[in-house]
């Protein structure tokens, strides 16, 4: 595995409409493997390799979004306040930090409460930037931050900020690096603002006009204490979606996938996710309908700064669909 690659692409700055930085370092990763690199017009990377011939138009779809924070208002005494850039839960942001666009940390805290008991709502929240007044504040209204938490690994876990979805454009790199032989027409979309409207890969699968899509991305796992009963664990192998809080796979491409693991000897999970959703489901609606599916890795504390996934899923998630792509 490219540790290199993963540490690099989950750090990258990139919160949701901010995708500039990410961007760039995806485009240097897979312009030698593909025919063709473009930018459409709001922000999404495509990716296209042209097929052997015979085959389908095949639209994969990563994001390269990231959950993140956007400052409101600065305080007289220079603290900031700020609104979520998608599912951000309180829970996970105090005593966390964030980094914003011009590098600026701040550390992210809790104001005191009569009922500290209960849980704090995110404008209970601030962001100490080591400003003393709204003037000194290196922090403007309007100012995107991503959180800040550095790649682990120990064993097989792997541990870091925004494996939500920097591990499915790890995944969709590779099956590009690794796919050489398809009759398929492979456009690769690595798309933006997933994480607020699945904005990005909803209008490049437009332009694409694809025969059938299929997203890669994280999903939750049934196996923490008192989880929701879910058949999904970790390291356990890549899961194939049956059904999320937005979409049902269609049936073609589930099996397909399914096929693919048989094929492979892969292990491979049936995926439920009772909230939630990805790309795919933006995808499967344009023009007169979609096919769609999704590929997803197994993930424990989504949308935290320790987001954790397995190697091996990884691993196995990237050959389940350099398999189901050669045929
Ligand atoms: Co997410
Ligand atoms: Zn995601």
Known sequence: MNLDLLEKLTQTFG????EDAIRDIIREEVAPLVHEVRVDPLGSLVAYRKGTGGGQKIALAAHMD??????????EQGYVRFTSIGGVRPLNCVGNRV?????VVGVVSVERRDDANSLPALQ?????????????CPVAVGDPAQFIGPLLRQGNRL???TMDDRVGCYVLIEVLRQLKDTPHDIYAIFSTQEEITLAGARTSAFRVDPDMAISIDVTGTGDTPKAHPMAVELGKGPAIKVKDGGMIAHPLVRDKLVAAAKEAGLPYQMEILLGGSTDAAAMQLVRAGVPSGCVSIPCRFIHSPSEMVDAADVEYAITLLVTALRV
Not at 15 to 18: K, V
Not at 124 to 133: F, K, M, P
């Open 124 to 136: 209970h929240l601030y962001i100490d930037v080591g400003a003393t007044t709204r003037e000194d």
């Open 66 to 75: 990231e959950i993140g924070v956007m400052a409101t208002y600065v305080e």
């Open 15 to 18: 919160p949701s409409g901010y």
């Open 159 to 161: 541990v870091s900020k």
């Open 99 to 103: 980094r914003f666009a011009n590098g």
